[in-house]
């Protein structure tokens, strides 16, 4: 689980810029992007919400968030450092309804959830789609709705049917709503029809696993749909939408369980921020308010 001011640049294979260096530069360690603008009181226009901050983050006047800055137009390294995106300009608005700044931390995706339950991280902000796995981990906090798209290269040279992908080579990120839950579905009917399974490739980060359709390691890909429709739009008509985005549902941020006083006061922030218009506006600088909602809600 928007959109941007990055360029790619194309020569054989894509190159991201929104990934900056190797899978390496987005692992572990201190924070490569600056927080969000500092204040220290909470925004005017809404509720006071500053007393419902955890003791730490009160303490620290920061909330450490978790991120794979590699899921452009939602999150990604601007300039191989800055944490950019849809997901960073509407949280910091939210942050700043408690009157505390951002710490955004790049990870890897499937290493988020378990860092915010260990303490690592006080939130997890990664296109995070809501489900109840996810819901028995942690605490969950819709704020966006989004789909799945596949996407192939121009003219669908390989005949690419995301019903019917047995035996084709398809590019997916690990720990995806895609892999852990589409795919397995997928796999199984092919077994089910005597079809050959569908050889998956499996990225770190969604950049790698778009490079691969765009250099040809993959006959297609599967993502988020805000993701998928910003990778066709910036390859430059390299690639293109196969079928229709299905099993459309609401992206999460990520609250430790123990925390659901400061779950539900992120509803609120969010809801301040709608009434203001701040919410759409942000979505629609990213071109991605057609996934907009009015019904935030802790754990839906």
Known sequence: MSVLRRTLALSGVLVLAAAGCGSNSLEGGSSTSPSSAPSSAPSSGGPDLSGSLPPKIKAAGKIV???????????FLQGGKTVVGMDVDLFN????KFGVTVDWQPAGFDTIITGVQGGKYDMGISSFTINDKRKQQVNMVSYFNAGTLWATAKGNPKGINPDDACGKTVAVQKGTTQLEDDMPKRQAKCKAD?????????????????????????????????????????????????????????????VPKA?????????????????????????QKWNNDSGAITDFAVNP
Request: aromatic residues 6%; charged residues 20%.
């Open 259 to 283: 925390e659901t006083a400061f779950a539900q006061a992120i509803t609120e922030a969010l809801k301040s921020l709608n009434t203001d218009g701040t919410y759409k506006s942000t979505l």
């Open 194 to 254: 005597g079809k050959p399974e569908i050889k998956l490739v499996v990225r770190d980060k969604q950049d790698q696993a778009t490079a691969d359709l765009v250099g040809g390691k993959a006959d297609a890909m599967l993502a988020d749909s805000p993701v998928v429709l910003y990778a066709i739009k910036q390859t430059n008509g390299q690639l293109e939408q196969v079928g229709q985005i299905y099993d459309a549902a609401p992206y999460g941020y990520v």
């Open 93 to 96: 608005a939210v942050a700043q």
């Open 65 to 75: 968030v978790g991120v794979d800055a590699s899921y452009p137009p939602n999150e």
